[in-house]
């Protein structure tokens, strides 16, 4: 089952601007992580961020994880037209074990 | 990272048939995850699959419906089998990425399965 809530569902917003994305879980975890999907086709891994870890950075990405609310969020900053996708959090555990993944934002950015 | 392809990209198919898709990963894994996205949504898994016995499905799927074959380390096939248009979605499977503490996934491009 979907663990993952995220908010908002779609996003638009200027080129240059920062985008904000929001994903609060339900049960214990010991890591969240983002991913980007463009037009419906794979996935791709963006960042990882561990349960102790409160705030991660990744060239324009920002993550933070607030484990009390159970809630991530991830900050693209000074976003462009080739940042436009889905985004999607999910989360998991050490290992070789599946991930759940949240409902996603839909990111428009606009040129 | 593990590169990972699927085939076929996309397809359109007929109510009652069935479709097999298959994923080649570029490097050996005990385990390959199936996903499935509905239009418009995320992603759920379908069934985890090790090399060497039977696939273990999530709830809500059945062999039956999904079946799986898992030859050998480096490729699986996922069956959609008798299918109907609440079948259209895109098949994505995906491996771990490797690392010990961590579970990141690499995932490839995707089937998109249009059922008339």
């Known amino acids: 089952s979907q663990q993952g809530e995220e908010d908002p569902q779609a996003l638009s917003i200027q080129e240059g601007e920062n985008a904000t994305m929001n994903c609060s879980y339900k049960?214990?975890?010991?890591?969240l992580q983002w991913y980007r999907q463009n037009s419906g086709r794979g996935l791709v891994h963006l960042i990882l961020i561990r349960s102790n870890e409160r705030e991660k950075h990744s060239g324009r990405l920002r993550v933070t994880l607030d484990t009390s609310k159970k809630s991530s969020s991830l900050l693209i900053t000074a976003s462009r037209a080739a940042d436009t996708a889905s985004y999607f959090c999910?989360?998991?555990?050490?290992?070789?074990?599946?991930?759940?993944f949240g409902k996603g934002t839909r990111l428009s950015v606009i040129a | 990272s593990a590169v990972i392809s699927q085939k076929p990209s996309r397809d359109i198919c007929q109510r009652g048939t069935s479709l097999t898709i298959q994923c080649q990963v570029d490097s050996q894994v005990t385990m390959m995850f199936w996903y499935r996205q509905q239009p418009g949504q995320s992603l759920t898994l379908i069934a985890t699959?090790?090399?060497?016995?039977?696939?273990?499905?999530e709830s809500g799927f059945v062999i039956d419906k999904f079946p799986i074959s898992r030859p050998n380390l480096t490729f699986s096939t996922l069956t959609v089998s008798n299918m109907s248009p609440e079948d259209s979605s895109i098949y994505l499977c995906s491996v771990p990425g490797g690392r010990v503490l961590s579970n990141e996934q690499f995932f490839g491009p995707g089937t998109r399965l249009t059922v008339l």
């Open positions: 699959a090790n090399q060497g016995s039977e696939a273990t499905y």
């Open positions: 999910a989360t998991g555990n050490s290992g070789n074990t599946p991930l759940v």
């Open positions: 049960t214990s975890i010991n890591n």
